[in-house]
């Protein structure tokens, strides 16, 4: 957010404090300033010249001698514009000046005859278009005056961070007003009384749902002049970077940038009367005001009239009915339009506007009348025209702001130092929040433009940054202290990030916040879930309770980088509220995605399911959880048939499996092989008795077999390979490596072979002991499972 100083001045009288004095403020109140910068600083070397002798250089058909009288001295200089004479009153610009980014005026030679400055263009000193000849000032200019004076034109503008909750300050009214509060200056008057005709303004508005929009309100004004701008009007927006169209449009963005709502003005004779707020029909056309031709979907929130899209709603107008130099009759529109929708399509488009960047944050919609009614009064100041009467307004929603009780034994204790109930409710009342005294505690109610204020706390901040943490001494708390039993939480963190590092996978960490939607992009129920009353973007809407959305978006962003190769890991609390209580789970989360490294043979193969599975079967032993059993997974986010459950007594401590192809599309990742672990820490620790086992390394060669048996097609692999890891203390891991149906196998039977490594930490195994703990697990396999030894 830029603002002018020079502009602001028209709203609060701050004109006797110094820069880094108003720099300070700004950062204390929660502005914080990103940069200064002194505007056409450059121009206080360029002064006012008169031009007192003039002379042809010889040989040449356009450079001049000229000597320059610039109420100091007189200096010779070289110029090859074409428009000036002697007596002529100039721009000049002295030895040291800057023009442009890197352009420093130097004493030189041209053609063997000295030049002492330059004399200027508008362009040339930035304050104008391109013109073919130099600035020629009135005869009776005060010679020796710098430009930046001259011209009005000694401003500092200040880069404002302004933070998303705080929408209000988008605007020179807002930044007054928090100044305002600070300095306790009150703020100036603005102009908005409006004098109506009593022709009646008969627009009629429908807002197909409240979901679109809460409200929207019109005003006509008949008989405008579009000309170009006034130089109050057109000097103000070039100070903040904006550029000047014509008087029309010039004052919706000076109303845009002073109270901080978008709003738009169509050219009442291209359009029809009857106005609707709906979406848009699949394929519909728009051409925007920057010269875009779009085709609509059927998410897409439209301004409609005649059945036409006048405007890409709270995005951008539609050129075609948009303000031109022939624009007699004018229709001012200000409305609320729905922020998750106008954010959604101003991405699709890559349109980001000024009013998008405020829709997408909300709007005041309390303000709307004011709002259109300084509009209207400033075009009919620079444009003439006559206001119809009345407003037309449709509002489907009034949002009723709640009240919050703030206690002064809480304040003081939260500050940690009395604050005298007097100055606390005056800087309360300086923030236009409503006080009602109740003697130990206020009742107060915000103002329609601070939604932010839900509750006690949110009213503590605003008392501590308007009474000044440089006024609360620094003491230490006066806490009770006991002594707590240290837990292993962070010790079993550390513990598992060392077992994925150790597997290769590779640590993310991302947000705790999630949009509403991604509960719907990986097929959960939105259910439990804790929502965010007031987030900072819709993409932090709600509060996750699964890594594997963000997982999915990190595979994602990777692909779209050209990574092939994704192995993943993030180790991370998660929440929901369950039996009405909020609760954080820790929770891991493995993502398999794309190719793995090349093979001996220079061939890339796709992670599968037994990749994951072998990654939680790493992550189960070094936690010495030996004693789970493996389900069938019924989770919508996994390939049916391709996923399982791990538990531990009755606790799902585990999901993993290949992620569901319809689930792959929501994210664009169709046809990639993605594979997904989520494990419960929290739910395991128990079963853990909170020890970890290290192992010491064995001095013993291990023995390795390998057995192939056909099952029953519905036998659990999985439960065989745990069976046969638990049937002798002989047996330290048994891995599948390979699975197979089909030609030379019974129909409805299927052939699995597993790895089986075997060793003795205390002696070499001998060639009988081998072949007995291989007997006893064929025998198991034979009874229990019905196996064929292949």
Known sequence: MLISLNWLNEYIEIKDKSI???????????????????????????????????????????????????????????????????????????IGATLGEDFVIKKGKIRGYESNGMLCSMS????????????????????????????????????????PNRPDCLSYIGIARELSAYYNIPLKEIKKDVSEIDKKNDTEIKIDSSELSHRFITRIIEGV???????????????????????????????????????????????????????????????????????????????????????????????????????????????????????????????????????????????????????????????????????????????KLNSSELSFERLNRFVGKLIEKERVIEILKSLEIEVEDKGESLILTPPSFRQDLLDEQDYFEEIIRIYGFANIENVLPKL????????????????????????????????????KNAYEMIKREYKNIIEI??????????????????????AKDNFNRSFKDIRFFELSKVFNN?????????KLGVILAGAKEKTIHNKETSYDFYDIKGIMEEVAEKLSLNSYRILRSENMSFHPGRSIDVLMGKDVIASLGEVHPDLLENFNLEGKSILYFEFDLDKAKKYMKNKFVYNKISK???????????????????????????????????????????????????????????????????????????????????????????
């Open 20 to 94: 880094s004095e108003l720099e300070n403020a700004l950062t204390m109140i929660g502005q914080e300033v990103e940069k200064i910068e002194k505007k056409y600083e450059h121009l206080n070397k360029v002064l006012t010249a008169k031009i007192v002798e003039y002379e042809k250089m010889p040989e040449s058909d356009h450079l001049t001698v000229l000597k320059v009288d610039n109420g100091k001295e007189t200096l010779q200089v070289i110029c090859g514009a074409p428009n000036h004479k002697k007596g002529d009153i100039v721009a000049m610009a002295q």
């Open 480 to 515: 009770d202290i006991k002594k707590e039993e240290i837990v292993d939480t962070t010790k079993l963190d550390y513990f598992v990030k060392n077992i994925c590092y150790s597997l290769g996978l590779n640590e993310v960490i991302n947000y705790s916040f999630i949009p």
């Open 533 to 554: 009353s007031n987030p900072i973007t819709e993409d932090f809407a709600v509060m996750r309770d699964t890594l594997m959305y963000s997982l999915l978006k990190n």
């Open 124 to 163: 040339e000193l930035g304050i104008g278009e391109e013109s073919d000849g130099i600035i020629i000032f009135p005869e009776d200019t005060q010679l020796g005056v710098p430009l930046n004076k001259l011209l009005d034109k000694d401003d500092v503008v200040f880069e404002l961070e302004i933070t």
């Open 578 to 586: 369950e039996n009405g209580n909020n609760n954080e789970t820790k």
């Open 225 to 399: 002049e579009v000309k170009k701008s006034p130089e109050w009007l057109s000097k103000k927006l070039e100070a903040i970077g904006m550029k000047s169209v014509n008087n029309i449009v010039d004052a919706s963005n000076y109303i845009l940038m002073e109270l901080g709502q978008p709003n738009h003005v169509y050219d009442l004779d291209k359009i029809d009367k009857n106005i609707s707020v709906k979406y848009a029909t699949k394929g519909q056309k728009i051409n925007t005001l920057d010269d875009k031709s779009l085709e609509l979907d059927t998410d897409d929130i439209i301004v409609s009239s005649n059945g036409n899209a006048i405007a890409l709603a709270g995005v951008m107008g539609s050129k075609d009915y948009s303000v031109t130099n022939e624009t007699k009759n004018i229709m001012l529109e200000v409305a609320h339009f729905d922020s998750m929708s106008v954010r959604k399509t101003s991405r699709k488009y890559n349109i980001i506007s000024e009013s998008s960047y405020r829709f997408e944050r909300r709007v005041d919609e309390d303000n709307f009348n004011t709002v259109i009614d300084r509009l209207a009064n400033i075009i009919v100041e620079i444009s003439g025209g006559k206001v119809l009467k009345g407003i037309k307004d449709t509002t489907l929603v009034n949002d």
């Open 700 to 790: 013993y060669q291990s023995v390795n077999r390998d057995l192939a048996v056909v099952v029953n097609k519905g036998v659990l692999v999985g439960d065989v390979v745990k069976q046969v890891e638990r049937i002798d203390k002989l047996v330290k891991k048994v891995e599948l490596f390979d699975i197979y149906e089909g030609e030379g196998i019974e129909s409805g039977k299927k052939s699995f072979a597993i790895n089986i490594l075997m060793r003795d930490d205390n002696k070499t195994l001998e060639e009988k002991e081998i072949n007995a703990v291989m007997d006893k697990i064929v025998k198991k396999l034979e009874k229990d499972y019905l196996a064929k030894i292949r």
